[in-house]
Nanobody
Framework: VQVVESGGGLVQPGGSLRLSCAAT????????MSWYRQAPGKERELVAS????????YYVDSMKGRVTISRDDVKNTVYLQMNSLKPDDTAVYYC?????WGQGTQVTVSS
């Protein structure tokens, strides 16, 4: 199992980013996918997850209304669309599936 994140970067407060996570090594459509983040000096926290089959979603309260997780079962990719970004959203964002973690992608929200 392997997951690889992309799409991070520097964005101004109020801006948007879409993160992508490409997965290989398992039957993608059958399994849930999740995004976590870890800010400097803080514990890693779950941001969003999406189930396999029915695509049920979960969002952390601090990002509800600003983030959307989606999946493309043809491309074996999960996305995290983030809008109205705040400096507090600055973190390394990780994708995970079936116990595998990616290297993370840095998101920095700053003017």
């Amino acid at each position: 199992v392997q997951v690889v994140e992309s799409g991070g970067g520097l964005v101004q407060p109020g801006g948007s980013l879409r993160l992508s996570c490409a997965a290989t090594g398992f039957t993608f459509s059958n399994f849930p996918m999740s995004w976590y983040r870890q800010a400097p000096g803080k514990e890693r926290e779950l941001v969003a997850s999406i189930s396999g089959l029915y695509g049920n979603t979960y969002y952390v309260d601090s990002m509800k209304g600003r983030v959307t997780i989606s999946r493309d079962d043809v491309k074996n990719t999960v996305y995290l669309q983030m809008n109205s970004l705040k400096p507090d959203d600055t973190a390394v964002y990780y994708c995970t599936a079936r116990g595998a973690w990616g290297q993370g992608t840095q998101v920095t929200v700053s003017s």
